[in-house]
């Protein structure tokens, strides 16, 4: 059963625009919410997150915003460059436990 | 290095062997988990530690899986009796273990393939 789920794969960008990744999640206990950038044959990078008592945090060109209702969270990226390119990870976690549910990423393209 | 460090970065092995993987965290870290990702997934979570003790080892898919962390720094994985569903990229993070929100930094991870 999976908790979190990218439904894009994947997503092309034009550089200067906007690129927005979005995220549902099924479990009501979730409420810490974050995401995650990954290049190739590194480790996943922290980007930004967002606790369930807001609903939008943001930080440089990166913006989280959430829903609690809809159970849904998206990431806007403002203006997308080049080396924004990569695969992006939503992931969330239960208040008091330590573990992050990861969803299956969408892969992030911006061309010139 | 400042980073979370894992080594072998590759592991090749043989169904039935027994392998170890280990994780250097970031220094001064208390807590640190171990996860691992197939390919065209995310990262699921194995096991996690606060400090020497396992605090939460839900994730680990059944006995074969073991890991320890004996002096509250180093972490190893073992995996005993490999299967080919074993290959994965294993990834190891650190995070102050201070609150549950504390930022988890991720290592590169070991690539592990059992033929």
């Known amino acids: 059963d999976q908790q979190v789920k990218q439904n894009s794969p994947s997503l092309s960008v034009q550089e200067g625009r906007i690129s927005i990744l979005n995220c549902d999640y099924t479990n009501s206990m979730f409420d810490y919410f974050l995401w995650y950038k990954k290049y190739p044959a590194e480790g996943p990078t922290f980007l930004i997150s967002?606790?369930?008592?807001?609903d939008k945090n943001e930080d440089g060109r990166f913006t989280v915003f959430l829903n609690k209702s809809a159970k849904h969270l998206s990431l806007h990226i403002v203006p997308s460059q080049p080396g924004d390119s990569a695969v992006y990870f939503c992931?969330?976690?239960?208040?008091?436990?330590?573990?992050?549910?990861f969803g299956t990423g969408t892969r992030l393209q911006v061309f010139p | 290095g400042a980073g979370v460090s894992q080594t072998p970065s590759n592991k090749v092995t043989e169904k039935g062997k027994y392998v170890e993987l280990r994780c250097d965290p970031i220094s001064g870290h208390t807590a640190l988990y171990w996860y691992r990702q197939s390919l065209g997934q995310g990262p699921e979570f194995l096991i996690y530690f606060q400090g020497t003790g396992a605090a939460d080892d839900s994730g680990l898919p059944n006995d074969r899986f073991f890991a320890v962390r004996p002096e509250g720094s180093v972490s190893t994985l073992k995996i005993q009796r490999t299967e080919r569903g074993d290959s994965a990229v294993y990834l190891c993070?650190?995070?102050?273990?201070?609150?549950?929100?504390?930022?988890?930094?991720f290592g590169p991870g070991t690539r592990l393939t059992v033929l």
């Open positions: 992931a969330a976690s239960v208040y008091n436990t330590d573990k992050l549910i």
């Open positions: 993070a650190s995070s102050q273990g201070l609150a549950g929100t504390d930022t988890q930094y």
């Open positions: 967002i606790s369930s008592i807001k």
